[in-house]
């Protein structure tokens, strides 16, 4: 860093003396021009040779940096230690300074440059006490009463190397206070926390320990073993008796379904897939609600309709189960659907009908050479699994209305798992009428009728109602049709008043009656609706 530039050249008249801090008390050293220790040393000229110094006095007592004239760079700033030098009027005597610390301000040898050429001492003796600083109207002032100031810069050497002794930085300072202080708080926090947990534990145990009594929780007396059922379990009850599980296994496949017990000789209705993987040597087993199992043989079966009826030997007292009307229904009469889902037998699950007549569709594809069933069905949100396939479908009167048949599955059965979805509320039931009719044709006659009219639908007809072929034969000669006056290209849009959409539709409508009852068909014929009657034929099944 270049120096300082020189002052202003002083005033004429008689050269000021300067005097510089003398050397730290205890050090024994001298510089240069300096007289012997000891020594009176009168540094201070008389008043009358004084003049204005070359900068103002500094009421603060701040040494100067470097020689009179310009104030030169400040070196960096070290903080006082902490202790302070008591006032004399308080009665404390000035505190000593560390005799290991280093000279606060070393004299210089010599006046400095610009001085005027006066002589500068380092040190003055004023009545016996080292002077520190001279003001520049006045007697010097006694370097005693300069320690006894509270002013800590009194001591301070910007350009001593080492700190002042004790020197602490205020940051420091305080820090472990705080510390202290967090650290005691957070003691007394957990020491709380800890003081109520103990004390609760402590207050549990005590009471436990004065009531000695063991928790008794209120429970309904046990009712006699023969008390009236009400609702669905009345309806389980009564029905529980007649159901039966039946485990059906072949050549390539097994099954499991359910099915009811029709009369004491031992005709259980269920349905045709379920015994269907018997062929003509499986084996069918029967499981009745006791636990029984016994060998149960086909009596008969009919794809068309979904039904087959078995039938035990060897079991006595067997409870038929009570058949109901179908044509009674209404929808949202409650209903109760037991089976054996997923071979869990006896099981019981309600509802209600949510509607009526839905023509569906089972079985594979007839146009393949595929057994097709068509129903025209009661739907249920009775919950309808795999296994309750040919289990009874009851009213509130524990009689059957429908045998459970086929459910809607939120997949649509073509997993490896074979589609084995559970319930989503879509369960589908052959109306008891249509069942019991084709049961009783089974146990007489091993086979099943199926009404017929005599007329080939053309199923690929994308529009509204069921079309007649147009090709050769699509009207049979003599039939049940051709007598009604049908004839090819005629679209049937309803029967007996009941609209129909589609071919399929108009198959399920007719497999819904009897062979030889009247049908009233309305029709469209080159853009006119007419109505026409005719009795249906028969189709032997078998």
């Known amino acids: 860093m270049p120096p300082a530039p020189a002052g202003?050249?002083?005033?004429?008249?008689?050269?000021?003396?300067?005097?510089?801090?003398?050397?730290?008390?205890?050090?024994?050293?001298?510089?240069?021009?300096?007289?012997?220790?000891?020594?009176?040393?009168?540094?201070?000229?008389?008043?009358?040779?004084?003049?204005?110094?070359?900068?103002e006095p500094d009421h603060y007592s701040t040494p100067p940096y470097g020689n009179p004239g310009p104030w030169a760079p400040a070196p960096p700033v070290q903080h006082p230690g902490v202790p302070r030098v008591p006032f004399p009027q308080q009665g404390g005597a000035?505190?000593?300074?560390?005799?290991?610390?280093?000279?606060?301000?070393?004299?210089?040898?010599?006046?400095?440059?610009?001085?005027?050429?006066?002589?500068?001492?380092?040190a003055a003796t004023v009545a016996g006490v080292p002077a520190r600083h001279a003001p520049a109207d006045g007697p010097p002032v006694p370097s005693a009463a300069v320690d006894a100031a509270p002013d800590p810069w009194a001591r301070y050497d910007p350009w001593s190397p080492v700190p002042l002794a004790g020197a602490v930085p205020p940051e420091h300072r305080s820090a472990p206070v705080r510390r202290a202080g967090r650290g005691l708080a957070v003691g007394a926090v957990v020491l709380a926390l800890v003081s109520g947990g103990v004390g609760g534990f402590v207050g549990i145990h005590l009471d436990r320990q004065a009531r000695h009594t063991d928790v008794s929780l209120p429970q309904a007396p046990r009712e006699p073993a023969g008390r009236p059922a009400a609702g669905v379990a009345a309806i389980a009850a009564r029905?529980?008796?007649?159901?039966?599980?039946?485990?059906?296994?072949?050549?390539?496949?097994?099954?499991?379904?359910?099915?009811?017990?029709?009369?004491?000789?031992?005709?259980?209705?269920?349905?045709?897939?379920?015994?269907?993987?018997?062929?003509?040597?499986?084996?069918?087993?029967?499981?009745?609600?006791?636990?029984?199992?016994?060998?149960?043989?086909?009596?008969?079966?009919?794809s068309g309709y979904d039904l087959a009826v078995v039938k035990v030997t060897g079991v006595d007292g067997l409870t038929p189960m009570p058949l109901g009307n179908s044509d009674n229904v209404r929808v949202g009469d409650p209903v109760v659907a037991i089976g054996a889902p997923f071979d869990l037998a006896g099981t019981v699950t309600s509802g209600i009908i949510s509607a009526k007549n839905r023509p569906i569709t089972a079985g594979g594809d007839e146009s393949e050479g595929g057994e097709v069933s068509y129903v025209d069905a009661l739907q249920t949100d009775a919950p309808i699994n795999p296994g309750n396939?040919?289990?009874?479908?009851?009213?509130?009167?524990?009689?059957v209305v429908g045998v459970n048949s086929a459910m809607r599955a939120a997949d649509d059965g073509s997993s490896p798992e074979g589609g084995q979805a559970g319930s989503i509320g879509l369960g589908f039931a052959i109306p008891v009428n249509q069942a019991r009719r084709v049961a009783e044709e089974l146990i007489n006659t091993g086979h099943a009728t199926h009404p017929v009219i005599g007329i080939t639908l053309d199923m690929a007809y994308?529009?509204?109602?069921?079309?007649?072929?147009?090709?050769?034969?699509?009207?049979?000669?003599?039939?049940?049709?051709?007598?009604?006056?049908?004839?090819?290209?005629?679209?049937?849009?309803?029967?007996?008043?009941?609209?129909?959409h589609s071919g399929k539709e108009l198959i399920v409508r007719t497999r819904a009656h009897r062979p030889g009852d009247s049908l009233r068909l309305t029709l469209t014929r080159d853009g006119r609706s007419r109505t026409v009657t005719l009795v249906l034929g028969s189709s032997d099944s078998g």
């Open 462 to 500: 994308a529009g509204d109602g069921a079309r007649v072929g147009t090709g050769s034969g699509a009207v049979v000669a003599g039939g049940p049709g051709d007598r009604a006056g049908i004839e090819p290209g005629d679209v049937v849009t309803a029967v007996d008043g009941t609209a129909v």
């Open 94 to 122: 000035p505190g000593p300074v560390p005799a290991a610390a280093p000279p606060l301000n070393p004299p210089p040898a010599q006046a400095s440059p610009g001085s005027g050429g006066h002589e500068v001492h380092d």
């Open 239 to 302: 029905a529980l008796p007649s159901v039966v599980t039946l485990h059906v296994s072949g050549d390539q496949e097994q099954d499991t379904g359910t099915g009811f017990v029709l009369d004491s000789e031992g005709h259980i209705l269920t349905n045709n897939h379920v015994v269907e993987p018997a062929g003509s040597d499986g084996e069918i087993e029967a499981t009745f609600d006791g636990g029984r199992t016994v060998r149960a043989e086909v009596v008969g079966r009919d």
């Open 389 to 399: 396939s040919g289990g009874p479908l009851l009213d509130a009167e524990a009689r």
């Open 8 to 55: 202003p050249p002083a005033p004429a008249g008689p050269p000021a003396p300067v005097t510089v801090p003398a050397a730290r008390a205890g050090s024994s050293s001298a510089g240069p021009g300096e007289p012997p220790a000891g020594a009176p040393r009168d540094v201070v000229a008389p008043p009358a040779q004084r003049t204005r110094p070359l900068h």
